[in-house]
């Protein structure tokens, strides 16, 4: 079959709930993807932040190999030995007290069950956790709960109250680009507006905060460091539950095993999925002791959560990332891409800024750097010409004009730098 004959049986088979980039993939190696016509790509966007160590690692092929040949799937009923392992790993590389994961199949699901679990911790405690607050801006998800504390209109269209569960609100987001205030004032002022929403929009009695300390789908926006000082004080004042969800911005990605560990923060609950499984579909969501002392014996269960090809896969990929120093090669890497990408800034208007952590990376485009109106059209057609020019770049932003790289961590400096020339040609050609 060729690509054509590929998308016209998709277009006739499959929900066309989302657009797809007009590439029939089918192989890779590292950073490298090869479609059904053997043209190559520099892959920078990881399958949407997901394959942290690579495409077709090795390790990761043995990993899977060897756990089928054993034992495919026990359900959640039977221990099984790779998610004992998992989840103890887990507790070593997460920050502060978190210590207790649930395992599931997804980011979606792993929002999920954090917010079940704070739900329960609050009426553990003779309350009722009514309200979640979540930032306007945010992506947690499209199901439930998830989709109500994503903070955009345009994932919740059409879907009614499924797309606004009762309880949740949402607070101003710390984006410095688009803020009138320095940036310091910018991030004081948006932590200090969540009392106002909770004094004002809730009973007061919140479950929980959720947060990506590096917000992903709304544009790779990164707080400045004075929104999690002040934040961190409040929700400790109100005795609020902290949820970081990680899904995005975890493994490596932002330069650090976590992105919150740019701030240090400690949160109570941690959610995570994409870059936790080098590509296998699991999630997970981790828990203080703490918070995890109201569960008691059916609260929760999946069928395939912590099924154990997906455990041992995911256990040999952060072991991958430790062996590998990707960790450290993504805070490289991620400073050629910045100096590079700040370079071209300075010669072409229609950067108008550049921003992230390690290989978290966003450039807005806009038609103009005084009135910043986004440059929504020119954005697609970035994508569009280096697609062309051999280069997959991710897309995303509130107005949809954020350039996202996001590439697997083991890409080397010599390809950062051909994908950098490579955006320097399309700007040109824009
Ligand atoms: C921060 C964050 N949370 C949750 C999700 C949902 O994850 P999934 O698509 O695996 O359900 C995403 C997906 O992009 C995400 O970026």
Redesign the pocket.
Same mark, same amino acid.
């Given at each position: 079959m060729n690509s054509e004959e590929i998308m016209k049986k998709d277009k006739d088979f499959f929900i066309q709930g989302y657009t797809r980039v007009p590439i029939v993939l089918t192989e890779g190696k590292g950073a490298i993807l090869k479609d059904i016509n053997g043209k190559e790509y520099i892959d920078c966007f990881a399958g949407?932040?997901v394959s942290n160590v690579g495409h077709a690692h090795e390790r990761l092929v043995q990993a899977a190999t060897n756990q089928m040949k054993k034992l495919i799937h026990t359900s959640g009923r039977f221990y099984n030995i790779p998610q004992t392992l998992l989840v103890e790993k887990l507790a070593e590389i997460t920050p502060a007290d978190l210590k207790h994961t649930y395992l599931c199949n997804?980011?979606?699901?792993?929002?999920e069950n954090a917010v079940k679990l704070v739900k329960k911790y609050a009426t553990s405690r003779g309350k009722t956790g009514a309200a979640l607050i979540a930032l306007e801006g945010?992506?947690? &998800?499209?199901?439930g709960f998830?989709l109500s504390l994503t903070g955009q209109a345009k994932y919740k269209k059409g879907f009614s109250s499924y797309a606004n569960l009762q309880g949740v609100v949402h607070a101003p987001t710390p984006y410095p680009y688009r803020s009138k205030l320095s940036e310091e004032e910018c991030g004081e002022d948006a932590a200090l507006a969540i009392e106002n929403v909770i004094d004002y929009h809730t009973a007061g009695d919140v479950a929980a905060f959720i947060i990506?300390p590096i917000?992903?789908?709304g544009g790779i926006i990164v707080p400045p460091d004075t929104y999690f000082k002040t934040l961190v004080g409040i929700l400790k004042e109100r005795d609020i539950p902290f949820i970081s969800?990680?899904?995005?911005?975890g493994f490596g990605r932002s330069g650090k095993w976590f992105a919150g560990d740019h701030w240090n923060l400690k949160p109570d609950l941690m959610?995570l999925?994409?870059g936790l499984g080098g590509g296998m579909?699991i &999630?997970a969501a981790i828990a203080t002791s703490k918070i995890v002392e109201c569960v008691k014996s059916g609260d929760f269960f999946s069928t395939y959560g912590g099924n154990p090809v997906c455990s041992a896969v995911a256990l040999e990929n952060i072991k991958i990332i430790e062996d590998e120093g990707l960790v450290e090669n993504s805070a490289k890497i991620g400073k050629v891409f910045m100096e590079g990408l700040e370079n071209l800034q300075r010669k072409n208007s229609v950067i108008g800024d550049v921003r992230g952590r390690g290989l978290m990376i966003g450039f807005e485009l806009v038609k103009n750097p005084e009135t910043k109106k986004p440059a929504v059209d020119e954005t697609k057609k970035m994508v569009n010409l280096l697609k062309n020019e051999g280069v997959i770049i991710g897309l995303g932003g509130l107005f949809g004009n954020v350039l996202r790289l996001q590439p697997p961590l083991c890409i080397t400096e010599e390809q950062a730098n051909e994908v950098l020339v490579k955006i320097e040609k399309t700007l040109t050609s824009l």
């Open positions: 949407i932040a997804s980011g979606t699901e792993a929002v945010s992506f947690h &998800g499209r199901l998830s990506e917000l992903g789908e969800d990680e899904v995005q911005s959610t999925a994409k579909p &999630g």
